[in-house]
């Protein structure tokens, strides 16, 4: 089985190939009932997370409260959350899904993600998108159809600002000429970032450019067609595999063999059922999955500890060794 490429500690933390596992998403809580959660204890339930032994936290670039969209995710910042939960944790990986690149200069970007990247000895991963709230644009002054060229740029920008005095010519985003520099640069060979979904972008440029791919749930027919049909695509630019995520909302039973029911994007479901659901989901070559509780309607806490002791332990991921900062 081909291996994965090694970036970062964060990323070979989580991504192992063959091999499925398991984190949260933030807010860790239940705000079925509002768009805007109460962040309640999020800092002590990330200590938990952590300690229970989940691979990954993430949080989300959600830069407007839109009511239409329904979810203003984590409210804080995703940089600056993330840099203050790396002051906080001491293993688990700190991802972001995603930044809407469009929506930030790249340098910008850059610049916080090696930052923290730096400050958190390589823990972070960072998930990009094109954007799909349209009432965001027009409040940045951004437009919204040029999102597709927009994304693309920012991209090379930011794959460019780990050079030393990088050269670089974009049309949304200004030039680098060799002459200034971006400082921090990543502890490995680059920041790893996974494409979210198409971006506006074709299958084959996000195969040959992004480190790993974040799509969203499907049936599993379905899901393992796509991931077959993108790791096709893959040799034709890398001698390396790379890693495929997804999230799932779940709504835990307190019954160990409640027979799933669809929530959105998600199922209520027992254990039993939800570690028969992981495998398969490992099978058909998925490499992360990360867990929202947005729906769950059991104390949080317990709804955790019982994912540790009952879930976790089918879904030990052996690391690769971690390349060094």
């Known amino acids: 089985m081909p291996s994965f490429e090694a970036i970062n500690k964060g ?5 192992q190939p063959g091999q499925l596992s398991i984190g949260l998403v933030i807010p860790i809580e239940n705000y079925a009932q509002s768009p805007v959660p109460a962040m309640k204890d999020h800092l002590k339930r990330v200590h938990l997370v952590e300690q229970l032994g989940f691979k990954a936290i993430w949080v989300r670039d959600v830069p407007f409260h839109v009511p ?3 979810d203003a995710g984590q409210m804080f910042d995703p940089f600056t959350y993330l840099g203050y939960l790396t002051g906080q944790t001491k293993k688990i990986a700190l991802g972001i899904g995603s930044i809407a690149l469009p929506l930030h200069h790249p340098v910008h970007v850059a610049k916080s993600a090696a930052s923290i990247d730096q400050l958190s000895d390589g823990r972070l991963i960072m998930g990009v998108a094109s954007g799909d709230r349209p009432d965001e644009y027009p409040a940045m002054g951004i437009d919204f159809h040029h999102r597709r060229d927009s ?4 991209f090379d920008f930011i794959r460019k600002s780990q050079d030393h005095f990088p050269r670089l010519t974009s049309d949304h985003h200004g030039e680098l000429k060799g002459h200034i520099d971006i400082l921090p640069k990543a502890t490995g060979p680059k920041i790893p970032m996974l494409i979210t979904g198409y971006s506006q972008q074709s ?3 996000n195969a040959a450019h992004g480190d790993g791919w974040m799509y969203y749930p499907r049936n599993l027919h ?3 067609y796509t991931i077959e049909k993108w790791r096709s695509l893959i040799p034709d630019a890398h001698p390396y595999d790379k890693p ?3 999230p799932l909302y779940i709504d835990l039973h307190p019954k160990d063999d409640f027979s799933p029911q669809p929530i959105h994007l998600g199922f209520r479901i027992g254990v039993n059922y939800l570690i028969e659901y992981l495998h398969h989901l490992r099978d058909i070559g998925a490499n992360h999955l990360m867990l929202n509780l947005r729906f769950n309607s059991g104390d949080i806490e317990e709804t955790l500890r019982r994912l540790a002791a009952k879930v976790l332990p089918h879904f030990h991921v ?8």
């Open 222 to 224: 379905q899901q393992q």
């Open 11 to 15: 990323y070979n933390h989580i991504f």
């Open 318 to 325: 052996t690391e690769q060794e971690q390349i060094k900062s």
């Open 244 to 246: 495929f995520s997804q």
């Open 151 to 154: 994304f693309r740029e920012a």
């Open 203 to 205: 299958l084959d440029w």
């Open 68 to 70: 239409s969209f329904g």
